[in-house]
């Protein structure tokens, strides 16, 4: 039939009326941004074409940015924004360190979200729909029943030694071999890096971070008298190797550490390539800087398998790996861990004095969770759903938001960071769009030194296609500013 087809229109070779044909169900919506087209073979089998000809349209249809393909899943349709510039602009850090004041903006972010008024595109917190709720309470309840005593007594540090001898072994998907008694237990991945900065550093140090970086870090370096040197970094190669080099070897101040979220960056949703992240090791070695790492979303990876961590190329004990389920299970648990290399006996101390032990039930439910709760499955079900949520996002931002604006294409996670053109404000934007019932996180707290004021990063966990209205009315709240 196809061929037949075909006949009809002379002028056309084969591949093109079948890119015709996918093209045409783009421009539809019949697919849409994010979701998957048919697999070489079965598109072939269906139109009785070659798997040739079919290979040769979607090469086609890549070229024309229409659909993309992802390693080992398939092909699947493009967003339609061009990606943001993938190298940093600058390659050398201004030298200078900054002390952090964005604690009002900070304060007022965060309690927008606790408002149900607002459309939730502020924080970065996973739906709540889409995590196993009634699975995990009943683990919860029947874990600590089994447990009894102990449930309710201190898990004291390290912590719950099912949950840690659960994490190590999950580990080996990250590239690293820990036993148990290498991880500690922490009350989410924000204590974590926190236990990490009090343990390395003295008030007036400076903290080496990449720029733009999750804004409650800044407001932790500040709160703990140190100050922040913000090196260039891109959705692509993360952390610029380069201006980081040019900064260790430099700067006068004293670094206590360097902090990465190493894959599926928050705000930029990009990941380090191996590579980078062991040359970064090796770096931060040389320097004896101790490397922070956080791999919150590391688990939230869009292709197949997870990517590895910094820390798989730590051979002297230098590299603090933190993390939690908060993104993946139940951020309200507060189950967190750290795995702290030759820091490790140091950051128990601090964690018993800051307080005493992470809860013990959470720490039992999810200990369970991973190793009888399917966690593998769950994670296989919600990247699917994110993937397709983020994509279909950033198509909206590309209908609603002036020209010119930019926006990432995420490898896992569910944020996008939205750069618009240079005259518009993020922090009146914000404001606006307060007024008409929608939040967001200004791209200004994603920085100590001012910049990104006209930058946004949005949650896309709760994208539904009756909230694209909230993005056509930031696009036009936003196109606006430019009149
Ligand atoms: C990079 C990053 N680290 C840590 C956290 C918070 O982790 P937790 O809730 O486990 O403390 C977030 C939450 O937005 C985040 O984006």
């Known amino acids: 039939m196809l061929k037949h087809e075909c006949q009809q229109v002379a002028s056309q070779t084969l591949y093109e009326t079948v890119a015709g044909r996918i093209a045409y169900l783009v421009e539809e919506g019949t697919l849409r941004p994010g979701e998957r087209v048919p697999s070489i073979r079965s598109l072939s089998k269906q139109l009785g074409v070659s798997i040739n000809t079919v290979k040769e349209a979607?090469?086609?249809?890549?070229?024309?940015?229409?659909?993309?393909?992802?390693?080992?899943?398939?092909?699947?349709?493009r967003a339609r924004l061009p990606d943001l510039p993938d190298e940093p602009v600058v390659d050398e850090p201004a030298l200078r360190p900054t002390e952090v004041s964005l604690g009002k903006v900070y304060r007022m972010v965060?309690?927008?979200?606790?408002?149900?008024?607002?459309?939730?595109?502020g924080l970065a917190i996973p739906d709540p729909e889409l995590l196993p709720i009634d699975k995990l309470n009943r683990m919860l309840s029947s874990a600590s029943r089994r447990a009894r005593t102990q449930a309710v007594s201190y898990a004291l540090p390290p912590g719950s030694e099912k949950l840690r001898t659960q994490i190590a072994r999950r580990a080996l998907s990250c590239g690293c071999t820990?036993?148990?008694?290498?991880?500690?237990?922490?009350?989410?991945?924000?204590?974590?890096?926190?236990?990490?900065?009090?343990v390395l550093s003295r008030p007036g140090d400076t903290i080496l971070v990449e720029t733009p970086i999750y804004f409650n870090f800044l407001q932790q370096i500040e709160d703990l008298g140190l100050k922040t040197l913000e090196i260039p970094a891109s959705s692509r190669d993360g952390i610029s190797l380069d201006a980081l080099g040019y900064a260790l070897e430099h700067t006068q101040d004293r670094i206590a550490a360097c902090l990465v979220i190493s894959n599926f960056n928050n705000p930029l949703g990009g990941q380090v390539p191996d590579e980078n992240k062991r040359r970064l090791v090796e770096l931060l070695e040389q320097y004896q800087v101790p490397l922070i790492e956080d791999d919150i979303y590391g688990d939230l990876s869009f292709a197949d398998k997870r990517p590895v961590v910094a820390k798989a190329y730590d051979?002297?004990?230098?590299?603090?790996?933190?993390?939690?389920?908060?993104k993946t299970l139940a951020p309200g648990y507060r189950v967190g861990w750290i795995a702290a290399g030759r820091y490790q006996?140091?950051?128990?101390?601090?964690?018993?004095?800051a307080n005493v032990a992470t809860a013990t039930p959470t720490q039992l439910a999810i200990a369970e969770f991973l190793s009888t709760g399917g966690y593998d499955h769950h994670l296989r079900t919600i990247r699917r759903v994110y993937a397709?949520?983020?994509?279909?996002?950033?198509?909206?931002?590309?209908?609603?938001?002036?020209?010119?604006?930019?926006?990432?294409?995420?490898?896992?996670g569910f944020i996008l960071w939205v750069e618009m053109p240079q005259?518009?404000?993020?922090?009146?934007?914000?404001?606006?769009?307060?007024?008409v019932g929608i939040t967001f996180a200004p791209g200004p707290l994603f920085s100590a030194s001012g910049k990104y004021q006209n930058c946004i990063r949005l949650n896309a966990a709760f994208w539904r296609d009756e909230i694209d209205g909230a993005v056509a009315t930031l696009g036009r709240l936003a196109q606006e500013q430019l009149r």
Do not use: W
């Open 315 to 326: 051979r002297s004990g230098n590299v603090l790996l933190c993390s939690s389920f908060s």
């Open 110 to 121: 965060m309690k927008d979200q606790l408002n149900p008024g607002l459309v939730p595109f």
């Open 345 to 353: 006996e140091q950051i128990e101390r601090a964690k018993m004095l």
């Open 388 to 412: 397709r949520q983020v994509a279909q996002m950033a198509d909206a931002i590309g209908r609603y938001f002036p020209v010119d604006t930019r926006v990432t294409r995420p490898l896992g």
């Open 178 to 198: 820990f036993s148990p008694d290498e991880v500690l237990i922490t009350s989410g991945c924000v204590e974590a890096v926190v236990l990490a900065l009090r």
């Open 423 to 435: 005259q518009i404000s993020a922090m009146k934007l914000y404001e606006q769009a307060r007024q």
């Open 58 to 77: 979607y090469s086609h249809l890549e070229d024309r940015r229409l659909i993309e393909a992802r390693p080992q899943s398939g092909y699947y349709v």
